[in-house]
């Protein structure tokens, strides 16, 4: 059973919408994920947060805006988003090892995105 | 950049038979090297990683994998494949702080 819980498991959505998906994580990992999948492809990395900090942003839309209220939560607030949006929404979460290295990746069952 | 490839789209193999899936890495340094899969429908699950020591890495479910420098290869193996390991599987590399540079996926058929 994965330790990351993400939801909800399935949004549909019209472009002028604004909805939130919600990842939590009960480990005690200090670095949270966003990615972005399509179907049959890898992962696309969209954000990390290291210590409630946003470390990376991969040039992200702004209409995809990452917050991480505390160490356990990590949400992504969508708004005005576009039919090419839609795509299987994986939060991850590692340990921090050092400076920038973590260790595996334990990844949520995925929030599932369709946008009209 | 670090990277690695998935030479197979797709393998297929029946109950019982070896199962290999192939990773060849691209790194300038030591790489670290993970191998993930995901099952229909759901999240990626880490499976085993090499950083450092024996070349032979052993993960879960009864996967292995073998380091080899010098053809820059991370093949993820099992001995007797089951109808359960049907699933996409991914070779990643570390690349960067908190970044993985994944591969394209190899699709796993396997029939009873």
């Known amino acids: ?116 | 950049a670090q990277s690695v490839a998935q030479p197979e789209d797709q393998v297929n193999v029946a109950e019982g038979n070896p199962l290999t899936v192939k990773c060849t890495y691209s790194v300038s340094g030591n790489p670290y090297l993970f191998w993930y899969v995901q099952y229909p429908n759901r999240g990626l699950q880490f499976l085993l990683k090499y950083i450092t020591g024996d070349n032979l890495v052993k993960g879960s479910y009864g996967f292995e994998a073998e380091f080899n420098k010098s053809q820059t290869s991370f093949h993820l193996k099992k001995p007797s494949a089951l109808v359960s390991d049907s699933a996409l599987y991914f070779c990643a590399v570390r690349d960067g702080d908190y970044k993985l540079s994944f591969g394209a996926g190899t699709t796993v058929t396997v029939r009873a």
């Open chain 1, 1 to 116: 059973d994965t330790e990351v819980t993400q939801t909800p498991k399935h949004l549909v959505m019209g472009m002028t919408n604004k909805k939130s998906l919600k990842c939590e994580q009960h480990m005690g990992h200090r670095a949270m994920y966003w990615y972005k999948q399509k179907a049959k492809k890898p992962p696309e990395l969209m954000f990390v947060y290291s210590y409630e900090k946003l470390s990376i942003n991969e040039s992200v839309p702004s209409r995809f805006s990452p917050e991480c209220p505390n160490s356990s939560l990590l949400n992504l607030h969508l708004h005005a988003l576009q039919p090419e949006d839609s795509a299987l929404y994986l939060c991850a979460s590692s340990q921090v090892e050092r400076q920038g290295y973590t260790g595996e990746l334990f990844f949520g069952e995925g929030s599932r995105l369709t946008v009209l």
